[in-house]
């Protein structure tokens, strides 16, 4: 039986298509067909205009929504408009080793790549504990500074049940190793015992998993915010593969002061006290409203014994976009509050206001509290966000931000999207999920060999429900009628 097209479509979708193209009433009924299948309740907006601005679809294209991951496209937008030259290598954001008095401190510059793998050959943690133990065969203390930024490791309206994972992990201006913990839960030989588990012992392991004759692998990690404590529960089959998983840290700047006094006395450096963690609290002044949007002037450091030059920032965004990594977005947005600012969010968000009322974006076109989207505050409108594409794609950077982004059908979150159709190699878009949200927005060569520039936002997605195959199968009928 046809499926009945909802009435909001009829009402909602506005179309203007050029003469060469299928007629409107086919191009309505393809594109409001395939929003159609999108799961029962789910919210949808989207508007798709040619090289002219000329709207070719608009649904709801004022509406706000919550854009996940598409937040990332304000992030490295700006980072491209104001942290001038990222091809060149990141001077001002490696890490520095020096001493005070008895002590070691490690200080982060919000560099995210900075590596304490076994293999690192490019901004290693190594090259650093190598010159202390040059320098130096006793210390004290070893600090991690990170108070080149406040310590803000969490943004607001990011829920907290995501802390202990990846995508929640702590933001801190010493970030090491993606500020992740690598674990495998490996089952045991006998039914009923517990699992073997592997995993740093920076969190202590209270294992109450067990080995089961069979079914499907079902093991959960539990760990409340700022304990060191990590509980694992569930079930795991006797001949089942290992499950492995990466697991945040809250406080990376004490991670990595602990694990370079791990470097430093595998170097035969006596390190006598604790490996410890130099926060600058958050205060007033980290706000620019309330400074009055006065720049800060920022005091020197102190002399460092080594210091890191990590690979251009361009690298680390075409990182961020193509596989939507939270962590390294957060990071951008506070070195981008760092221009002028003292590197707090409130910075940063300034100067993406900034950066969207210099493009011409409505003001009443968003709300972002983030940088990586993880916050469920923030909302775009599908208009908001072309306006900004638009407006990138006529900045002398705009071609090389262009190729941060996912390509359909080939690489990133897109790898396996569009492969097949009309769009794969043809659609260069960041994606974005989150609870009940999905999202898609930049460019597509349509048929015509047009390129046009869209953003798809779906919100309110039912639980276990994906509008993505809806998302899809409405570009695909754009790019077939224009």
Same mark, same amino acid.
């Given at each position: 039986?046809?499926?009945?097209?909802?009435?909001?479509?009829?009402?909602?979708?506005?179309?203007?298509?050029?003469?060469?193209?299928?007629?409107?009433?086919?191009?309505?009924?393809?594109?409001?067909?395939?929003?159609?299948?999108?799961?029962?309740?789910?919210?949808?907006?989207?508007?798709?205009?040619?090289?002219?601005?000329?709207?070719?679809?608009?649904?709801?294209?004022?509406?706000?929504?919550?854009?996940?991951?598409?937040?990332?496209?304000?992030?490295?937008?700006?980072?491209?408009?104001?942290?001038?030259?990222?091809?060149?290598?990141?001077?001002?954001?490696?890490?520095?080793?020096r001493i005070e008095g008895r002590d070691v401190v490690l200080a982060g510059h919000g560099d995210a790549r900075l590596s304490s793998a076994a293999g690192c050959t490019v901004d290693c943690l190594a090259t650093l504990a190598d010159a202390v133990a040059a320098k130096t065969r006793v210390?004290?203390?070893?600090?991690?500074?990170?108070?080149?930024?406040?310590?803000?490791?969490?943004?607001?309206?990011?829920?907290?049940?995501?802390?202990?994972?990846?995508?929640?992990?702590?933001?801190?201006?010493?970030?090491?190793?993606?500020?992740?913990?690598?674990?495998?839960?490996?089952?045991? *030989?006998?039914?009923? $015992?517990?699992? #073997?588990?592997?995993?740093?012992?920076?969190?202590?392991? !209270?294992? &109450? @998993?067990? =080995?089961?004759?069979?079914?499907?692998?079902?093991?959960?990690?539990?760990?409340?915010?700022?304990?060191?404590?990590?509980?694992?529960?569930?079930?795991? *089959?006797?001949?089942? $593969?290992?499950? #492995?998983?990466?697991?945040?840290?809250?406080?990376?700047? !004490?991670? &990595? @002061?602990? =694990?370079?006094?791990?470097?430093?006395?595998?170097?035969?450096?006596?390190?006598?006290?604790?490996?410890?963690?130099?926060?600058?609290?958050?205060?007033?002044?980290?706000?620019? $409203?309330?400074?009055?949007?006065?720049?800060?002037?920022?005091?020197?450091?102190?002399? &460092?014994?080594?210091?890191?030059?990590?690979?251009?920032?361009?690298?680390?965004?075409?990182?961020?976009?193509?596989?939507?990594?939270?962590?390294?977005?957060?990071?951008?947005?506070?070195?981008?509050?760092?221009?002028?600012?003292?590197?707090?969010?409130?910075?940063?968000?300034?100067?993406?206001?900034?950066?969207?009322?210099?493009?011409?974006?409505?003001?009443?076109?968003?709300?972002?509290?983030?940088?990586?989207?993880?916050?469920?505050?923030?909302?775009?409108?599908?208009?908001?966000?072309?306006?900004?594409?638009?407006?990138?794609?006529?900045?002398?950077?705009?071609?090389?931000?262009?190729?941060?982004?996912?390509?359909?059908g080939a690489d990133g979150t897109l790898a396996r999207r569009f492969a097949g159709t009309p769009l794969d190699h043809r659609l260069f878009a960041k994606t974005g999920s989150l609870n009940a949200t999905s999202a898609l927005s930049g460019w597509l060569i349509a048929r015509s060999g047009?390129?046009?520039?869209?953003?798809?936002?779906?919100?309110?997605?039912?639980?276990?429900?994906?509008?993505?195959?809806?998302?899809?199968?409405?570009?695909?009928?754009?790019?077939?009628?224009?």
């Amino acid at each position: 039986m046809k499926r009945a097209l909802p009435l909001c479509f009829a009402l909602c979708l506005v179309l203007a298509v050029p003469a060469a193209a299928q007629a409107p009433e086919a191009v309505d009924a393809r594109v409001a067909a395939a929003l159609a299948t999108a799961p029962a309740g789910t919210r949808i907006g989207l508007l798709v205009v040619d090289a002219d601005g000329r709207e070719l679809v608009a649904v709801r294209p004022d509406d706000r929504f919550v854009p996940a991951s598409n937040t990332k496209i304000f992030t490295t937008a700006t980072a491209f408009a104001m942290l001038g030259d990222l091809t060149r290598p990141d001077i001002e954001g490696g890490a520095s080793v020096r001493i005070e008095g008895r002590d070691v401190v490690l200080a982060g510059h919000g560099d995210a790549r900075l590596s304490s793998a076994a293999g690192c050959t490019v901004d290693c943690l190594a090259t650093l504990a190598d010159a202390v133990a040059a320098k130096t065969r006793v210390v004290r203390d070893v600090i991690g500074d990170d108070s080149w930024f406040p310590d803000l490791r969490w943004s607001p309206g990011m829920s907290w049940n995501t802390i202990q994972t990846r995508s929640g992990t702590g933001v801190s201006a010493l970030t090491l190793d993606d500020n992740e913990l690598p674990i495998t839960v490996t089952p045991a *030989a006998t039914l009923g $015992a517990a699992p #073997r588990v592997t995993a740093s012992p920076y969190y202590t392991v !209270e294992n &109450a @998993a067990i =080995t089961v004759a069979g079914g499907a692998t079902a093991i959960g990690f539990e760990r409340a915010p700022n304990r060191p404590v990590l509980r694992i529960t569930g079930t795991i *089959a006797r001949g089942a $593969a290992p499950l #492995r998983d990466r697991l945040g840290i809250d406080d990376p700047a !004490e991670y &990595a @002061a602990w =694990t370079f006094r791990a470097l430093l006395r595998a170097r035969g450096v006596t390190v006598s006290g604790h490996a410890t963690a130099r926060h600058r609290p958050p205060s007033p002044g980290d706000d620019p $409203a309330r400074r009055g949007g006065a720049a800060i002037a920022h005091p020197p450091e102190p002399p &460092a014994l080594a210091r890191l030059v990590p690979p251009p920032l361009a690298e680390d965004v075409r990182i961020t976009n193509k596989t939507s990594q939270n962590l390294h977005a957060e990071l951008l947005l506070r070195r981008i509050g760092r221009v002028r600012g003292g590197g707090a969010i409130a910075d940063g968000q300034a100067a993406v206001r900034g950066m969207l009322a210099e493009a011409g974006v409505a003001r009443a076109a968003f709300d972002l509290y983030d940088g990586s989207g993880m916050s469920t505050y923030n909302r775009v409108s599908p208009r908001g966000m072309v306006a900004l594409l638009r407006w990138i794609s006529g900045q002398r950077w705009g071609a090389a931000w262009r190729e941060t982004l996912p390509v359909g059908g080939a690489d990133g979150t897109l790898a396996r999207r569009f492969a097949g159709t009309p769009l794969d190699h043809r659609l260069f878009a960041k994606t974005g999920s989150l609870n009940a949200t999905s999202a898609l927005s930049g460019w597509l060569i349509a048929r015509s060999g047009r390129t046009l520039t869209f953003a798809l936002f779906a919100n309110d997605i039912p639980e276990g429900a994906s509008a993505t195959p809806a998302i899809d199968a409405a570009l695909e009928a754009v790019a077939a009628a224009n």
